[in-house]
T-cell receptor, first 114, second 114 residues
């Protein structure tokens, strides 16, 4: 049962344009969502997060939008740069005291073309 | 601050053998989590340790086990290896105070089972 889904395995965007990565979830108990970026041969690195009490969070070129009613979140990258080419994972977690357990999507490979 | 360190980076084992992977968290981080990454399943949570105690566990068979030492370093063991255990094993650490603290990942151990 895939509770977090990234339905696009890959996305190709021209440099300077907007990249939009999408993520859907099924578990209504998720209350915190994160995006990670992963380069080949490296571990994922944290990018941006959003709490379920918000519908938008912005950090520089990166903005995450959350639509709770649709159980959908998206990551916008504007403008896209060649260094943004990587695999992007969305992840979610439920309130659980202090215990850590992220549920990840399968990732979207973003390629930024010059 | 040094990042999360995982050793070894690559490992080749034969079906039926056992393997131990090691993880040194970021200094001061008391929570260590392990994830398995495979092309078909994405990143899947194995377990989390905090102060030498397993605080959370994913849906993996008992062949997968772990432990954490008093200095927060952690090891993961897989016994009776199967071909399907071939994957990238990622360790991540956080200070451990909150379930929604972003994880800091190591670069992983690539395990190949032949």
């Amino acid at each position: 049962d895939q509770q977090v889904k990234q339905n696009s395995p890959s996305l190709s965007v021209q440099e300077g344009r907007i990249s939009i990565l999408n993520c859907d979830y099924t578990n209504s108990m998720f209350d915190y969502f994160l995006w990670y970026k992963k380069y080949p041969a490296e571990g994922p690195t944290f990018l941006i997060s959003i709490s379920s009490i918000k519908d938008k969070n912005e950090d520089g070129r990166f903005t995450v939008f959350l639509n709770k009613s649709a159980k959908h979140l998206s990551l916008h990258i504007v403008p896209s740069q060649p260094g943004d080419s990587a695999v992007y994972f969305c992840a979610a977690t439920t309130p659980g005291g202090r215990a850590q357990k992220l549920v990840f999507g399968q990732g979207t490979r973003l390629t930024i073309n010059p | 601050k040094a990042g999360v360190t995982q050793t070894p980076r690559y490992l080749i084992k034969t079906r039926g053998q056992q393997v131990t992977l090691s993880c040194s968290p970021i200094s001061g981080h008391r929570s260590v989590s392990w994830y398995q990454q495979t092309p078909g399943q994405g990143l899947q949570f194995l377990f989390e340790y905090f102060s030498e105690t397993q605080r959370n566990k994913g849906n993996f068979p008992g062949r997968f086990s772990g432990r954490q030492f008093s200095n927060s370093r952690s090891e993961m063991n897989v016994s009776t290896l199967e071909l399907g255990d071939s994957a990238l094993y990622l360790c991540a650490s956080t200070q451990g105070g909150s379930y929604n603290s972003p994880l800091h990942f190591g670069n992983g151990t690539r395990l190949t089972v032949t």
